[in-house]
T-cell receptor
């Protein structure tokens, strides 16, 4: 099983450029989310979705947009990249209720540098 | 303000030593998970604890959820170099439990042979 697939693995952007980070899962999970990971900060939730057509903001949503047109895909869009968005981005999925039998499954991350 | 405080943030020990990592909060969580992350990869779930006072063992790793469900600990016995990695605790709040986890800052563990 592929699980959660993120592309690209690495990306360098210039300030003001836009891009989309792709995330796809093949486990038929209702819940998908985007986190960013910065040194000493752990993982911080950007946006999440509990099903197709439903999205909501997390802890640090500013500067990011998401949409969920299908169960499988949950892209993250940066409309105008800023150096403060330099980070490692992780996409994750799970069944709707995170229980001991339904962990959060993470992709391998996208390392983004904004110059 | 970090809702979940992990300590220590860095730990470097010799193979065979024991260690404990703490995850503390002033908030109550409906469940708490521990993840381990290796360089270049995403976090992988180790365990989920749900009941206050619950203790779960995974080989040499022992996880405990506080009685009030506000804190948790991870104890590793006789650490090995293969235990090296970033350990993250994550709490879920509320009975609806959409899976919106709150993560601690992480504890970087280095076990030297």
């Amino acid at each position: 099983n592929a699980g959660v697939t993120q592309t690209p693995k690495f990306q360098v952007l210039k300030t003001g450029q836009s891009m989309t980070l792709q995330c796809a899962q093949d486990m038929n999970h209702e819940y998908m989310s985007w986190y960013r990971q910065d040194p000493g900060m752990g993982l911080r939730l950007i946006h999440y979705s509990v099903g197709a057509g439903i999205t909501d903001q997390g802890e640090v949503p500013n500067g990011y947009n998401v949409s969920r047109s299908t169960t499988e895909d949950f892209p993250l869009r940066l409309l105008s990249a800023a150096p403060s968005q330099t980070s490692v981005y992780f996409c994750a999925s799970s069944t709707y209720r995170v229980t001991r039998n339904s962990p959060l499954h993470f992709g391998n991350g996208t390392r983004l540098t904004v110059t | 303000t970090q809702l979940l405080e992990q300590s220590p943030q860095f730990l470097s020990i010799q193979e065979g030593e024991n260690l404990t990592v703490y995850c503390n909060s002033s908030s109550v969580f409906s469940s708490l998970q521990w993840y381990r992350q290796e360089p270049g990869e995403g976090p992988v779930l180790l365990v989920t604890v749900v009941t206050g006072g619950e203790v779960k063992k995974l080989k040499r790793l022992t996880f405990q959820f506080g009685d009030a469900r506000k804190d948790s600990s991870l104890h590793i016995t006789a650490a090995q170099p293969g235990d090296t990695g970033l350990y993250l605790c994550a709490g879920a709040r509320g009975s609806s439990n959409t899976g919106k986890l709150i993560f601690g800052q992480g504890t970087t563990l280095q076990v030297k042979p």
